[in-house]
Structure formats: structure tokens, C-alpha cells
């Protein structure tokens, strides 16, 4: 399931090394931040089938969030591989820029800033995409992160914060005049929440303005899309968030077409069995007995999803209340379904 590397005069550009301020990523395939989703585990899941890089979940910068368990487990980055990007949100620079410096401290060797998240608590606290509505804090936000830290900083965001007000033409220059090295950019605003189609026409735009790397984001879901999406806005990497769950081998699918312009089969029932199995084994591993097997339901739903009679094996699965009696659940329906 593995990406067989080429030759790079004979790979594709998304396949190409892509440098943030000196440091290496292997490739143009980056995982997009996810709360709830991107955690350890499915970082080094992604990155083994071939993703470049993959940002944290997101941390928000408050020291008195930091001890919590929840927090504790976003920020351990145990066995990934390099370069490690933590994701934090806050809306005073002090705090993230505090934020920042524990990061760095913790092993990060990317900090990434969300100006991105549209939850309502989050915004609430006018953090996240809310932000976009103040560019005059969002510069000074970015300055005191950059200021704070010797690592790259780097920068999610969207459209802007409401459909008719979108300013990201002004937030990429300021980032980009604050020192931030690379911005990933949602094809959305707030309001649009994950709703409509995403729209790439600015994100051209600030790729023509702009020296730094411009990551795309928003609606890359199959090969295809991710190779129209990359000549359409002319951008230096693609970012592929929900459509990964459930599909961590997107990101060699989308190495394969892009270096053949065939599609690859998909995994066999088999080869899933032994993916979703390998998976719920690090979740285990990684969170213990109880958060483990609630956080790997989701997972499994994903999976499993379009599988024959996998609403009935979902609906008996959410009844497993041990990891042992989980683990055998899906063993045997994968088993049954091949």
C-alpha cells in the first residue's frame, strides 16, 4: 500500500520536496488539520501511505488547558515522522504567543496558527475564523507568534469570515509581511460553515501575490480533484481533510494518478481488514482502554461505510464497551464481508 518512489526528475510536482523556511517536506500532500480526527495515530497513518505532512489538532492557547488529558494527547507527537506541526488558536497575543514557545518546547518544528475553525465555541471566543473580522489583530497576533519562536510559523485560514466580506487577499499579506512562512487557505468563509462547494479563485489570487507557499484547501476528495484543484489555483501543496477519513491511502492514490494518470484499485476487503485493524491497534495503544475504544467508533464508521450490511454491524459495534470485544467485531465482519 506503500508509495514506490521514483526518481524525482520523473516524479509529478505535488511529489517534489516542498521547503518551509529551510526545512524539508518530502512532498506537496499535506493532512489538514482536524479536531477529533488528526491525532497521533492518524498523522503516522497518512504519512505511511504517502502524505507529506500533517498538522496537529488544533490546542488552544490557554495555560490552564494545557494539563488537561485531551490537550495532553493533542500535543504528543511520539514516533512521527519530521517535520512536527502544532496547531494553535488564541486571540491574545500574549497567550499564543506562550502557545507557541510550549509547542516548540514539546518537540513542534512548525507552528501553525488557526485564523480557520468556524465551531461557535471557538468563535465565541473570537478565535478561529472569527478573527478574520479584526486584520489589525490578526497582525498582531502573527507578529507576536513569529517573534515568539526561532521555528517557522505558519498560518489556516479561510475566504474570510462572511460571504461579501471576503479579505483574504489582505489577511495573506499581512501574514506574509509578519513573517509567517507558508499559508493554507479553505476555499470557504465562516458562514459557510463545510456548506456549497468551495471556491478557489482568490486562493489563485494570493498565490500570484504572494513569495511564500500557498496551500490549498477545501472540497480535494479524489485524485483528480486534487490535480485540477493544484492547476486551477496555481498553489504549491493541496491539503485533503475530511475526505481522508475513512481513506488514509487517498494520499497514495493521488501519488499514483498524478505520476501514471491511471486510478488505482481501491484496497480489497482484505487489505481494509488489515489497515482498520493495524488502526485500532495504535488507538489502543496510544489512548488506553475506555478513550480508546469510544475515539476508534468514529473511525470505524468511516471505513466501514457503503460496506454490504454495514448499518446492522455499526449499530451492534457502538454496543462494544471493551477494546478486546471491539477489536473482534470488526475482525469478523471484515472477515464475513470478504
Given at each position: 500500500?506503500m508509495?514506490?518512489?521514483?526518481p524525482?526528475?520523473?516524479?509529478?510536482?505535488l511529489?517534489?520536496p516542498?521547503y518551509?523556511r529551510?526545512l524539508?517536506?518530502k512532498?506537496?500532500?499535506?493532512?489538514?488539520?482536524?479536531a477529533?480526527v488528526?491525532?497521533?495515530?492518524?498523522?503516522?497513518l497518512c504519512k505511511?501511505?504517502?502524505?507529506?505532512h500533517?498538522v496537529?489538532?488544533m490546542i488552544i492557547?490557554?495555560?490552564?488547558?494545557?494539563?488537561?488529558?485531551?490537550?495532553l494527547?493533542r500535543a504528543?507527537?511520539d514516533?512521527?515522522?519530521?517535520?512536527?506541526?502544532?496547531?494553535?488558536?488564541?486571540?491574545?497575543?500574549?497567550?499564543?504567543?506562550e502557545?507557541?514557545?510550549?509547542?516548540?518546547?514539546?518537540?513542534?518544528?512548525?507552528v501553525?496558527?488557526?485564523?480557520?475553525?468556524?465551531?461557535?465555541?471557538v468563535?465565541?471566543?473570537?478565535?478561529?475564523?472569527?478573527l478574520?473580522?479584526?486584520?489589525?489583530?490578526?497582525?498582531r497576533?502573527?507578529e507576536t507568534a513569529?517573534?515568539?519562536v526561532d521555528?517557522p510559523?505558519?498560518?489556516?485560514?479561510r475566504?474570510?469570515?462572511a460571504?461579501?466580506?471576503?479579505?483574504?487577499l489582505?489577511?495573506a499579506?499581512i501574514a506574509?509581511?509578519?513573517?509567517?512562512?507558508a499559508?493554507?487557505?479553505?476555499?470557504?468563509?465562516?458562514?459557510?460553515?463545510?456548506?456549497?462547494q468551495?471556491?478557489y479563485?482568490l486562493?489563485?489570487?494570493v498565490?500570484?501575490?504572494?513569495?511564500i507557499p500557498?496551500i490549498?484547501?477545501g472540497?480535494i476528495?479524489?485524485?483528480?480533484?486534487?490535480?485540477?484543484?493544484?492547476?486551477?489555483?496555481?498553489?504549491?501543496a493541496?491539503?485533503?481533510?475530511r475526505?481522508?477519513?475513512?481513506?488514509?491511502?487517498?494520499f497514495?492514490?493521488?501519488?499514483?494518478?498524478?505520476?501514471?494518470?491511471?486510478?488505482?484499485a481501491p484496497?480489497s476487503?482484505?487489505?481494509l481488514?488489515?489497515i482498520?485493524?493495524?488502526?485500532?491497534?495504535?488507538?489502543?495503544?496510544f489512548?488506553?482502554e475506555y478513550?480508546?475504544?469510544?475515539?476508534a467508533?468514529?473511525?470505524?464508521?468511516?471505513y466501514?461505510?457503503?460496506?454490504?450490511?454495514?448499518n446492522?454491524?455499526r449499530?451492534a459495534?457502538?454496543?462494544?464497551?471493551?477494546?478486546?470485544e471491539q477489536?473482534?467485531?470488526?475482525?469478523?465482519f471484515l472477515?464475513s464481508t470478504?
Open positions: 500500500m508509495i514506490t518512489q521514483k524525482i526528475e520523473n516524479q509529478h510536482p511529489l517534489h516542498l518551509i529551510g524539508e517536506i512532498n506537496r500532500l499535506f493532512v489538514a488539520p482536524m477529533g488528526t491525532d497521533n495515530p492518524f498523522r503516522r505511511s501511505f504517502g502524505a507529506g500533517a496537529s489538532e492557547a490557554d495555560t490552564a488547558l494545557y494539563a488537561r488529558k485531551k490537550s494527547y504528543n507527537f514516533g512521527e515522522i519530521a517535520p512536527i506541526s502544532a496547531q494553535i488558536a488564541g486571540a491574545e497575543p500574549d497567550k499564543l504567543a502557545a507557541a514557545r510550549f509547542q516548540v518546547a514539546n518537540g513542534a518544528q512548525i501553525d496558527i488557526n485564523m480557520g475553525c468556524p465551531a461557535k465555541k468563535c465565541k471566543k473570537l478565535a478561529g475564523s472569527a478574520l473580522q479584526d486584520a489589525d489583530l490578526v497582525k497576533l502573527l513569529v517573534d515568539a521555528v510559523v505558519t498560518l489556516k485560514t475566504l474570510g469570515f460571504n461579501g466580506q471576503e479579505n483574504i489582505q489577511i499579506k506574509e509581511e509578519a513573517g509567517v512562512a499559508i493554507a487557505i479553505h476555499g470557504r468563509t465562516r458562514e459557510d460553515f463545510y456548506t456549497g468551495a471556491r479563485e486562493i489563485k489570487e498565490k500570484n501575490n504572494l513569495k500557498v490549498v484547501n472540497d476528495d479524489s485524485p483528480k480533484k486534487a490535480l485540477d484543484v493544484w492547476r486551477q489555483t496555481g498553489a504549491d493541496v491539503m485533503i481533510g475526505a481522508a477519513q475513512g481513506r488514509p491511502w487517498l497514495r492514490d493521488i501519488a499514483h494518478f498524478a505520476n501514471t494518470g491511471e486510478m488505482p484496497p476487503v482484505e487489505q481488514r488489515q482498520v485493524l493495524s488502526h485500532l491497534e495504535e488507538l489502543y495503544r489512548y488506553g478513550s480508546g475504544c469510544r475515539i467508533r468514529k473511525h470505524i464508521a468511516w466501514t461505510g457503503g460496506l454490504a450490511n454495514s446492522a454491524f449499530e459495534m457502538y454496543a462494544c464497551e471493551t477494546t478486546a477489536f473482534k467485531a470488526v475482525d469478523l472477515k470478504a
